[in-house]
């Protein structure tokens, strides 16, 4: 199953894709694709909804596409997660997964605008993979319990602002939590649709040139251990989205970097999982 989101901010409405790509509309019938909805089966109930997709009414086609999920308790990430990306950076390989966490409310679209911080000078882009939790969980016993934990994946634009994280002292919460600074989408796929979420291509390109082309067999930590790792120090709710670190490419690790200004596009994708695409505007 493919499940988005639709309307103005702070409108949005629960959807599906259906078998040709047409969204549709099922708020009828379920009130979001939140917490509540994940913690209480609710991909079993959608499921078995899905017969009749056909009789779901079309959604129009200026309708925003919004994040594929409602804001997330927590949005959890992984630094530094991909062997190549850490060497492109000049860091040591991490012994443990390095976990930071970005601002819930940064969560928008996969096609909202970037938002330029004011007196930002290092705007950067990190495409990821993103986790979705199906049910809250603690202490994890083993790795292979991850795999009933997960309720899908979708797109991440892991934006960062390199002067507010490691220049401005303290940790990195201030170049990671800066308004729209994680697209999400355009959908959440199932995990029933990923064979194997540790061989996926991902991609990104700023004004039409490729940045960034890496795929996530490069991860130190996978997406299963990332899960129980983190379990073991923190509850995991319903919803709450893991950003599973970036492949090489990003503007910091370039002998001469070329930030993210207004009016730059970026495009970014993940194999099976869709495209983002946004504009980058002045705060």
């Not at 530094?80 to 601002?103: Q, R």
Request: glycine fraction near 8%.
């Amino acid at each position: 199953m493919k499940l988005i989101r639709f309307g103005t901010k702070g409108n949005e409405k629960p959807g599906i894709l259906d078998h040709w790509n047409n969204r549709r509309d099922v708020s009828h019938l379920f009130k979001d694709w939140n917490n509540d909805f994940f913690e209480h089966d609710g991909l079993k109930n959608l499921e078995a909804t899905l017969k009749n997709i056909s009789g779901f009414p079309l959604i129009d086609e200026n309708e925003r596409w919004a994040a594929p999920v409602a804001r997330p308790g927590k949005v959890i990430c992984i630094g530094l997660n991909y062997s190549d990306h850490a060497a492109e950076t000049g860091a040591k390989i991490p012994e443990e997964p390095i976990v930071f966490m970005k601002a819930a409310n940064t969560v928008v679209g996969a096609y909202d605008n970037i938002l330029i911080p004011r007196k930002s000078k290092k705007t950067d882009w990190e495409v990821e993979l993103a986790v979705i939790i199906k049910k809250e969980t603690r202490y994890l016993d083993n790795v292979d319990e991850a795999k009933d934990f997960i309720a899908g994946y979708t797109v991440a634009n892991d934006v960062s602002e390199r002067e507010f994280q490691i220049e401005r002292g303290g940790q990195w919460t201030k170049g990671k939590s800066c308004d729209n600074f994680s697209p999400l989408g355009p959908c959440l796929v199932t995990a029933d649709e990923i064979n194997d979420p540790q061989n996926l291509w991902m991609k990104l390109s700023v004004n039409g040139v490729q940045m960034q082309n890496g795929n996530s067999s490069k991860m130190i930590f996978n997406v299963y251990y990332v899960v129980h790792y983190l379990s073991q120090f923190m509850t995991l709710e319903a919803g709450d989205v893991i950003l599973t670190g970036t492949p090489p490419g990003v503007a910091l690790g370039m002998k001469e970097p070329q930030y993210l200004k207004e009016g730059d596009v970026v495009e970014l994708s993940v194999e099976n999982l869709g495209a983002q695409r946004q504009t980058c505007i002045n705060a």
